[in-house]
């Protein structure tokens, strides 16, 4: 499986934008990027996917670099329910439906 | 939310013991999934499922097994617990779309003395 690579963790001010960086240096062609979310005490949330394109949702939105190599998770206006930890998985798009997550980032949130 | 629910929430049991774990959907999604974590991890895939009696192993699966009789259980079981299986579990499920998101149980938390 393409692997990814996150920093650790980050911190952000309440009500700013956050920008939480992955990248994927390996990614083939057919990976899609899933972002998942943990808030603690719970189970993973889906955040947002994309392949190519950049994405949004009512969650948050995905940039893609051109050459797939690496990808951003932008939550616009973070408030205190977004500190969690964010993952970035590549999920291959021909039958295999595992996802294979790494420590992921700690995002924490200033009040 | 997903219809997903997992039994029991909280255990406690003694090394050697049988434990069967549960996971629930009222979805009628194809795959079924159980992961652990630990601290100091992300999640890691035990076994899962893309069918009735079709299960597969994940990259933890030694000393777990798992079973899918009907589409909405799926069971996991620790034959002989022991002190590393301690872990919480997450049981998930997901359509049958590589795009498709995946949707996790509220996660059970074994602890194994």
């Known amino acids: 499986d393409a692997k990814t690579t996150q920093p650790n963790s980050m911190e952000s001010n309440e009500e700013e934008p956050v920008h939480l960086p992955c990248n994927h240096s390996?990614?083939?062609?057919?990976?899609?990027i899933h972002w998942y979310r943990q808030l603690p005490s719970q189970g993973p949330e889906y955040v947002i996917h994309?392949?190519?394109s950049n994405v949004n949702n009512r969650m948050a939105s995905l940039a893609i670099a051109e050459d797939r190599k690496s990808s951003t998770l932008i939550l616009h206006r973070a408030t205190l329910r977004d500190a969690a930890v964010y993952y970035c998985?590549?999920?291959?798009?021909?039958?295999?439906?595992?996802?294979?997550f790494g420590t992921g980032t700690r995002l924490t949130i200033i009040p | 939310d997903a219809g997903i629910t997992q039994s029991p929430r909280h255990k406690v049991t003694e090394t050697g013991t049988p434990v069967t774990l549960r996971c629930h959907q009222t979805?009628?999604?194809?795959?079924m999934y159980w992961y652990r974590q630990d601290p100091g991890h992300g999640l890691r895939l035990i076994h899962y499922?893309?069918?009735?009696?079709?299960?597969d192993k994940g990259e933890v699966s030694d000393g777990y097994s798992v079973s899918r009789s009907k589409t909405e259980d799926f069971l996991l079981t620790l034959e002989s617990a022991t002190s590393s299986q301690t872990s919480v579990y997450f049981c998930?499920?997901?359509?049958?779309?590589?795009?498709?998101?995946?949707?996790f149980g509220p996660g059970t938390r074994l602890t194994v003395t």
């Open positions: 998930a499920i997901s359509g049958a779309d590589s795009s498709y998101e995946q949707y």
């Open positions: 998985i590549l999920r291959q798009s021909f039958g295999n439906e595992k996802l294979t």
């Open positions: 994309g392949l190519t």
């Open positions: 499922s893309y069918g009735v009696k079709d299960t």
């Open positions: 390996t990614i083939s062609g057919t990976d899609y």
């Open positions: 979805e009628n999604h194809r795959y």
